[in-house]
């Protein structure tokens, strides 16, 4: 099965840098020989044919022919003919002697990252967000945090001399803000569940990874956004599972659009509110063939809800987890509607799995620190948080619609600039292909923070466009930022 | 290679309780058959004779016949007159058709969890410390915690509307602290590196976990203390890391115990100051070999320096980092210093690895809060950390010495007291083996959480007596609970 080659995570891994000095092909054998050294690629698999390969990942074919070639000739690969290209049983290290070994207390050789880290390094992930650049995306109005509201409650709790706290109680000192929590997400989302289903850590990231670990084995198969967030890639890759991209459309994630007998899935991560980076919600029909999937195929979906507490517009949408709780895990965190600097995310664990969460979470000590969870309980009981989102509720539907209208009235009709009702950025896309990464460069210069769409899709089929944030930018500055994103593309063409 | 087979990490996974409704040969058949459904256990390999499997676990030999029958009568295994046994290449569920789907929209199937969550749960890790419980190690005076000066700090961090510590510049904001780190530990600990080599994060288990991706593939050697932390052992199994206890005697951890030609390992985890639990320190000619061999055979050291901040008594003894950074990583955490509540923990990685691990940190979103980070920088700008240490340092001599007065005043001669220079605990053995388990379960009727040494030990060679905390009991009450242990292992015997 050449989708079983492709699915194998070690195609994830592969990432080309255009425009670098280092030609395409060198990059990509030299990317194919660290995964064959690692295994990852064992001995005596079969290669995918270059076609298929170069189609993959929409380089030409000559560059793979190239990149096959210089693995035969280094003895790496082995082709047969009729039957295709393999990796060979023996390599030529294998007959070399151990390396000398260095002066007992001395220290020649140079510190070597893993084969694995190596390769993350050379993985596109996008650079971290410029928050002080114009329009960067996720990023709420961090000057509208409630500091002072903060100042006095973290001055209380620690006058209050609270030694629970402080200490190492971990499992017990966190249950305030778990029940403030599971409060918030009946009101908020439809969500109903027991406090104690509710597991405090510090990022939808770990999320992730104790939801792997909980529910799947090494090994298993993953299903992503495509287009969708780019590190969660890396992640869950470097936690062991093999990850494949399943196409998003305007009604969401598309299930049906997985051959599941070809490549048999256990996990589907999913934004059904509010995709990213899309805006789209997933329509009744998706979400029911969803959690049928889920049903049929012993399989489960973690919701990352992350982009929908914060709408101004339209009916509340609710999430999957409020429909059919059994064979979802939802997830989500206090980084928008607070600030991502508190660094509190959670997760509600299905009933019978949450010992073996606890134990995930205790394992990897995912705890958040036990003050700061008290001050975010206090927040919330004391009605500080409903009202806090009240007033930012207004604030982010004058930026959302100022972003709107500037973008429309400078693009012309080049790009499909949609209605947005929730969260904190606006993706724009344009019907044809055009280089994004250029137009996001040069807006560097400009100090805006612009990542290009096509960044985040994960197949041969690229889109075009780019996610833009309003969320921490005032009314003035984005009518300025929408006329220079506008110039920039018309500038680069 | 039997070695091989016995450090398979599926060895680690195995806990049988004794005392258990449960037979023991019954709990080993379970725990091997998940093993083996698992592909842990592959198909096709050898198992261990039944008496290395029963020395190994400290069982009876014939336990293990009888679970290896029962496994052979199920159809997981087969025995081959003078080869040995082998785990069969077919097994019986291989033959069933698939399970019958349930109807789309329900869900008749119970959650079940990975069974790499499954062989963790059975697992003996330790119970959570219950804090409030007299001599439960670990734990700092939580009352002596400068409460005030942290309610002050607070209100003026939040008052200053710090934009900047509450969006998410994670690898900025975080630099101020690194810089007192780095700072802290040249004055206190002899270790020089760039703030920029100080990663900061939420616990040391985390320091582990990058350190493994970063440095280790899939599949690798890592040696651990024996005796030593016992979670530390589930967090690298699930990390995919091979796991191998050496043993540690009062000159520390002894690399010349590991057999490194028969079993090449990666990576050692130690802690050269002051052990867990022995409290022992590594001698110089121990501390060159094991820099010897990272040197030789490409290794490295992850140095966990958790428990020797606090030192009241004889000369400072540097860690090994001190002497030769090359080739170790330094981790360490605020749990000791200051309180566990607020996770904080750091690492000092190699200079020419610091790219890497923060990639790491990235993909794994390990990363404190930045408010709490700025808080404490500044408690340590201002001088307060110094004084708070001071003051620590007597009221911890003032604990350990009644501790250990009182232990050697009601223990007469059956147990070894240590003199305790350092630390939060005092570790008691006795020569002769006892039931220390029974002991410690007896304790807590008395509202004590005293761990049995025999907990920590890995190998077959169990070393009994009791791991007790003074950290956080005062004075008074350390005499009375001195009295209490006394008493609990007199009446059972």
Redo the contacts between chains.
Sequence with gaps: MPMEVFNYPAWNLIALERGSAIPLYQQLFAQLRGLIA??RIPRGARLPPSRMLSDELAISRNTVVLAYEKLATEGYLQKRLGAGTFVEQVFPEDHLPR?P???????E???R??????A??ALD?PP??I?RFGLSP??PA??E?P??V???L??Q?????A?S???????R?TLPLSRQIAAYLEETRGIVCRPEQVIIF??T??AA?MTA??????GDRVLLEDPGHV?QL??LT?C?LRVEPVPVDDDGFDIAAHDHAASPARLAIVSAVEQFPFGCTMSAARR?AL??W???E?GWVLEDDFNSEIRWSGAPVPPLHAG?S??VVYTSSF?RVL??????AYLVA?Q??I??FK??Q????F??????QALVAEFMRSGHLASHLRRMRAIYRERAGTLADGLRSHLGGDFIVPDVKAGLHLTIRSPRPFDDRAVSKRLLDHEMDCPPLSRYCRSALKRHGFVLGFG?NPVKRIRRYAEILARTIEELG
């Design positions: 690692d295994g390396p070994v260095a002066m007992p207390g001395g220290d050789r140079p510190a990252p893993s084969i694995h880290a190596e993350l390094l992930v971290e967000r928050e996720g990023i961090l000057n945090f500091y002072e903060f100042a006095r973290a001055g709790h620690w006058r209050a001399h030694a706290h402080t200490g190492y109680d971990y499992a000192a510090s990022s990231v770990q990874a670990h909980v529910l799947l084995n090494q590190t890396a992640t470097a062991g029911q959690l049928d889920a049903a049929a012993d059919n059994g064979r980084n600030a991502p600097g508190l660094r509190l299905p019978e799995l010992e073996a134990l995930a205790r394992i990897f000590s705890y958040a620190p036990l003050p700061d921490n």
